[in-house]
């Protein structure tokens, strides 16, 4: 008799695919699935239990609950069209609190061009299950299986933030940045959108597992390898200045931790200009090859990028 | 400082209406949403706790928490394009389990005509998260507020066989057939999407709250009153059995109990007709008048319906 708590939750994620349709054209494996008829959706939930770091308000919970879910629309390239919110909350919790984790949810809705569109409220232990909508209009899906040996690798902004804060709770250090990063992440709608439309783009996943994860997820999805330059890996000040005062390694900030919200994208090398045209921020950290996994090259040495800790 | 636990679940979802934009073409206040792109989405939670009675198998329990979604699509009309389940399950609970929930989900979605597209896995106390997606082709979905004075009230089905189980399991008498109305209902799907095509529907929703609480949503939401005939609701004789056995009467079972999964409708009596040529099975329960509120005539009695102990 195996129990949950014995097997590890990616796998369970991973066996559970055996169980999903060619009904969606896209999926399983991406970021979201598009239906039939076109519609770009995804699903996922949070829990007071484990994406609730102290000092967190329940709006920015709410605000959370919905930004993983946009950002997985970001990554694909869709534009939402709608969001809902399955609520399973405790009868202990303040009322007030509730309306705040709604209220959290509607801001990263309308920050992202779209509101709530429906929803459920369960009593429960504190779980918001959402469900994000979207849609490609004419453009093609950016999926997790399209890079090439040649293509550069990229990410659309600096890296490490949410590493930081959690290392800095840790160590009881104040950084607000850092904790603005953890507590309310940016979900790339717009940048997701301009990538799709410049058809440049190989491949495309956001970074909510981690750097370190999502580079081994890409290589294997797209059956290539990568060389990633740490030097050359976007990060704010912060980051270094709490890897220096903790002790904690950069490259551990920089590849270990998950709710980073950048998008990770490869693309062919002749077509860059179409990605700076479309004004895009991004950041070249490495290239494809085919040696099959991710390496990292620092200090002119050469070494396998792991998968993070989630 | 008000709790939670001190408000009234379905006040709570009222209230949280507020923040549902008119991104939705409609809702709040349906059975389901329509996004502005025309995608049909409901989303609904089940829990261990409040939906997993004594003797339901894991396997009952995921055909029940995606049937659940489902039933609101039928209520509008649509047709299922996917299925997204997104898992909260404990750490102590057996692996076979969790794929006899998942393996329920994906029997009840191919019985809809659809499949799981998608999903996600998290530690929890015992919750699915469930997303149903589906779209209305080129009929129009079916309201709650659309019921006229002198339009027919009917029913699709026989009612009150899952309060019949409850009551039985209560009082600890063997119902085969009441269970299995309660452990895994049938998502009025084809009878849905024949009736909005008949164009004769002035209002419908789905009986997950039971008859009472329906009919006095109906008519809040269209604002009429309806009379409903005792003797002319459709009921298997194990409802009739079960009242005799255990005392409680059938007319607590046929209103007060959610958990019914038939399709309650109103329509235009000059237009029966087309609802006898689409051969969808239903039953006249009463009429549509301006009274603001359900009444029931039994026994040459006339009584105010109120809503039902969810």
């Known amino acids: ?17 055996s169980f999903i349709k060619p009904e969606g054209r896209v999926g399983p494996g991406d970021d979201a699935a598009i239906t039939l008829d076109g519609t770009v959706v995804t699903t996922d939930i949070v829990t007071f239990d484990r994406h609730f770091p102290a000092g967190m308000t329940y709006e920015q919970f709410g605000w959370y609950a919905a ?46 061009g779209t509101g709530i569109v429906g929803g459920d409220t369960k009593r429960g232990p504190g779980i918001v ?4 909508l979207g849609t490609m ?26 590493a930081a804060a959690l290392t800095a709770i840790d160590h009881g250090i104040e950084s607000e940045e850092a904790r603005d990063s953890l507590y309310m992440p940016i979900p790339k709608m717009e940048e997701g959108v301009a990538l799709s439309a410049t ?6 996943m956001d970074l909510s ?32 200045e709490i890897s220096e005062e903790t002790g904690v390694p950069v490259r551990d900030l ?16 002749g077509m860059l200009r179409k990605i700076y045209d479309a004004e895009v921020p991004f950041h070249i950290i490495g290239m494809v090859d085919d040696s099959g996994f991710p390496e990292l090259l620092a200090d002119g040495k050469r ?4 998968n993070g800790r989630y």
């Open 1 to 17: 008799m195996t129990l949950l708590g014995d097997v590890d939750e990616r796998q369970l994620i991973e066996d559970f695919r």
């Open 67 to 112: 930004a993983v879910n946009f950002s997985d629309l970001a990554a694909m390239g869709a534009r939402p069209t709608g969001f809902l919110a399955a609520l399973a909350l405790p009868s202990t919790l303040e009322v007030q609190a509730a309306y705040d984790i709604m209220s959290g949810i509607d801001q990263c809705a309308e920050f992202c």
């Open 129 to 132: 299950a959402g469900t994000a």
């Open 137 to 162: 209009d004419d453009r093609k899906p950016m999926l997790r299986s399209g890079a090439v040996p040649g293509d550069i690798v990229a990410v659309t902004g600096p890296i490490g933030g949410p």
């Open 199 to 204: 058809g440049a783009v190989s491949s495309c």
């Open 209 to 240: 597992d981690g750097l370190g994860t999502a580079l081994n997820t890409l290589c294997k999805s797209s059956g290539v390898g990568m060389d990633i330059e740490l030097e050359f890996i976007p990060r704010e000040d912060y980051v270094e």
């Open 254 to 269: 920089l590849f270990d931790c998950g709710g980073e919200y950048e998008l990770l994208f490869t693309a062919d090398r």
């Open 303 to 306: 070494s396998r990028i792991g």
